[in-house]
């Protein structure tokens, strides 16, 4: 699908590193084959949890390729399946995605982070959107920032395309743990590992009422769920999983997760 892309898969978990160099920028090509990665983890049942990063130590990506694009890979409304980056148009992804930040994560970058779900970060990464530089817009980010971190922080970085360093984003809330370069990726497959042992059916669920309740009300969403208005609750209520969980309690013993 492309050179440009790794993956390797262990059970039910898949890792997926942009290798681009030097800074890991997306073109075109790059877009519409991590959306056909994604999507394959989306349909994929085997697959329980994606982690996504970069190759190198310096740059997780920088976001948009303006060379690529200024050389004639013209932004053309197409960027695949799941849109930019393969993640964040990506419908029904009802799986986990742990992000791996393991340096500079910038403009469109930024933008692939903030579509996971957990976000882990190495002591030297470093956060911008500094598409005002380039005369655009972060539009991804210009909907997702402001509703993750508080309001005046991330339109201080839309505004100014200001610079984060890792803990300044750690204490505002869009990263979830700071680790040593070296312990990174450890960490990121140990987190894997604890959400692979998981019951799917479950994760399915709390993503699709979170993506779902971001534009309700408290009541409308409750209603949905309580009259299994949700394909993945519906699923869930009347799954063995569901009674497996209750029995595991029962006898005090490990539950086995099926899926089903």
Known sequence: MSDHIRTRRDGGVVEVVIDRPKANAIDLATSRALGLIFRNFRDDPTLRVAIVSGAGEKF??????????????????DYGVGGFGGLQELRDLNKPVICAVNGICCGGGLEIALSADLILAAEHATFALPEIRSGTVADAASIKLPKRIPYHIAMDMLLTGRWLDVHEAHRWGFVNEVLPADRLMER???????????????????????????????????NKITKRQFATVDRLYSSEDQLEGARAFAEKRSPIWKGK
Not at 60 to 77: E, I, N, P
Not at 190 to 216: D, F, H, N, Q, T
Request: proline share 4%.
């Open 60 to 77: 997780f990506c920088a976001g948009w390729d303006l060379k690529a694009a200024a050389s004639g890979d013209a932004v053309d409304g």
């Open 188 to 222: 990121a497959w140990e987190l894997a590992r604890l959400l692979e042992s998981g019951p799917p059916l479950v994760y399915a669920a709390i993503k699709e009422i979170v993506r779902e309740a971001e534009g309700s009300t408290f009541q409308t969403a409750m």
